[in-house]
């Protein structure tokens, strides 16, 4: 076998790279160390590799992470090292293929082991940003050859997809990808509602489908006659998952998703955006509210868009979303788009791969979000509940913007500005008028916190928190009042009664008994006259401490008589 006939399996990568690129350096590597093995399907294992650095490649991303792409396996399944990878490829692509490794060794076993892998990975995420775009290609590859694997493996591997790559790559803006990666794995989480959906919905799919092909041609019509040239019209069909996800809201009528099938615009600048809602509008009247501006105001993870709903051809309700190339490639690429774009930019200067535009500040909170947490099941409970989560921007007083789960309140708010805070919160203002603490924050809303000095949280407020670290404030300090009441039940306050004869230096010499024994007394009292009567209120205690008092202050000189009553 020539050299050449042995390495050159993939077109793409002979067209795209000589012979003495990095990239075909990476691939016979990974040739080499994958030789002879095969995945579940029979396929030789480096196809895979090659198909994740395909997707990295499609994306537009650099030769560093098209090699690293060809390697992230290397390491963590053939007897090669991370040295080796060093030495022969350099720093940049070992801490790739490092943070792509998972963590050997019997230290960590079952969700503890994920939780830790996934630590590592979040760690690596927040120091370069090209870790998660190879690892993201990785899960869809996975995920698209899925078949073979076991019925356990899948179901794993498609509630971590679910929970924890969709969300991420949603968080990077690549919605396009997120959607794929929800659509691969929900037919094994919700083998059930998939039947139902394929079974119930189909039909109207096709139809709605065969409407906006009718649609397209005097809708481009209509653009044209007001002096507007889309670069592009189609129809868009909304994926399973979202389907679903969106009509357990609709109380599962198919009727009411306006959005089942849209259709989209695509134009050359922001304005023409605009040009085409006004044409739309002239002709088809917009439904109320549903006019949404995501170009003045776009979502959290940056997408922009316009979208309105219309009474459209016959009076069928149809959505249409309007948007620039740029911002389709950005919806489509997210921050792959805007790595690959800044580092066309850079590509002399040797640019830190850190996310440093504004859009990812959450990235670089990553690092510091995850120290957080000790026990590994808190941390992961986390990862799927708040840090992936749809999100929401609140504005402190001091104009700090604070980004929270979405449904979050103003105790959330308060635990995430500091602990003592959200334990002391009595009160709420959101943009100046005061608000319930259950309160559902918003976008932009300004958030003010009223604190009480010595307040305590209120179980009730488990109710409609929706942060991890809220919720396990408000726990421990809910434990720890139930331990002090605890404690107050089962050893109740004790009041002793003494009886003496008075002498120069007799409560002195109580009082030590008490102080000796480091016991609180809370009031004492004393009668007059020769023979008084002294009550002393004690803390709560135990049996045997109280017989050692006992004994102590009968020795007292001069005492005649003590007794001893619980108080509750
Ligand atoms: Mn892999």
């Known amino acids: 076998m020539t050299k050449d ?26 040739f080499k160390a994958h030789e002879g093995v095969k995945r579940e399907s029979g396929q ?12 990295v490649s499609d994306w537009g991303l650099d030769e560093i992470t098209i090699s690293a792409a060809l390697l992230h396996d290397v390491v963590e399944d053939t007897d090669y090292s991370l040295n080796q990878i060093e030495d022969q490829f350099g720093e940049k692509i070992s ?23 996934m630590r590592k990975l979040v760690l690596a995420i927040s120091k370069d940003l090209r870790v998660v775009f190879i690892k993201l290609a990785d899960r869809l590859h996975n995920m698209q050859t899925i078949g073979p694997m076991p019925e356990e493996t899948k179901k794993i591997k498609a509630e971590e997809t679910y929970d924890i790559y969709a969300p991420l790559a949603y968080r990077l803006g690549m919605q396009d990808l997120s959607g794929t990666l929800r659509d691969l794995a929900f037919p094994f989480l919700y083998p059930d509602e998939y039947k139902w959906l394929i079974k119930n919905v189909d039909e109207e799919y096709k139809e709605r489908k065969e ?40 109380d599962m009528d198919i009727g009411k998703i306006y959005d089942l099938v849209a259709l989209r615009v695509i134009v050359k600048d922001i304005e023409e955006c605009y040009s085409v809602l006004g044409a739309i509008h002239k002709d ?36 249409i979303q309007i948007r620039t190339q740029k911002m389709h490639e950005e919806a489509e690429l997210g921050a792959a788009a805007h790595w690959a774009y800044q580092q066309s930019k850079h590509k002399k200067e040797n640019r830190s791969p850190v996310a440093d535009n504004q859009e990812l500040t959450w990235v670089r909170q990553l690092r510091n979000w995850q120290k957080n947490f000790k026990d590994p099941n ?12 749809d999100r929401i921007f609140v ?39 005061i608000v319930s603490l259950d309160y559902e ?22 109710d409609f928190v929706k942060t991890s670290t809220a919720i396990s404030h408000i726990k421990s300090s809910l434990k720890e009042k139930r331990d002090a009441l605890k404690r107050r039940i089962t050893e109740p306050a004790v009041v002793f009664t003494i009886t003496a004869k008075d002498r120069k230096g007799l409560m002195e010499d109580i009082g030590k008994v008490f102080s000796k024994s480091n016991i609180n007394i809370s009031s004492h009292n004393a009668t007059s006259g020769p023979f008084p009567t002294i009550t002393v209120n004690c803390s709560s205690m135990d049996e045997d401490k109280i017989e050692k008092i006992m004994v102590k202050l009968k020795a007292i000189d001069e005492v005649q008589e003590v007794e001893y009553n619980f108080k509750r």
């Open 44 to 55: 030789p294992y480096i196809n895979h590799c090659l198909a994740v650095a395909k997707t």
């Open 441 to 462: 924050l918003k976008s932009g809303d300004v958030v003010e916190i009223m604190t009480q000095k010595g307040k305590k949280p209120s179980d009730s407020w488990l």
């Open 211 to 250: 409407y906006a092909q009718k649609v397209k041609p005097i809708l481009e019509e209509k653009l044209k006659k007001n002096g507007i040239d889309p670069l592009q019209v189609d129809a868009r069909a909304k994926r399973y998952s979202s389907l679903y996800k969106k009509l357990l809201r609709y």
């Open 95 to 117: 801490f790739l293929v490092n943070g792509l490794t998972k963590l050997r060794g019997l230290k960590y076993t079952g969700n503890e082991k994920q939780a830790e892998n």
């Open 284 to 319: 088809w009247p917009p439904m109320p509210n549903r006019i949404k501006d995501y170009i003045a105001m776009p979502k959290p993870n940056g997408y922009r868009s316009l979208h309105t709903t219309v009474f459209c051809l016959d009076d069928k309700i149809t959505e």
């Open 378 to 389: 808190e941390f992961m409970q986390s990862l799927k509940g708040d840090f992936f989560k």
């Open 5 to 30: 006939n042995k390495k050159v399996k993939s077109e793409w990568l002979k067209e795209k790279y000589n012979e003495d690129s990095i990239v075909k350096e990476a691939y016979d590597l990974a």
């Open 395 to 433: 504005i402190t007083p001091e104009n700090d913007v604070i980004d929270l789960p979405s449904g979050a309140t103003p105790v959330d708010f308060a635990y995430r500005i500091h602990s003592e805070i959200g334990d002391q919160c009595a009160g709420a203002k959101v943009n100046s008028k």
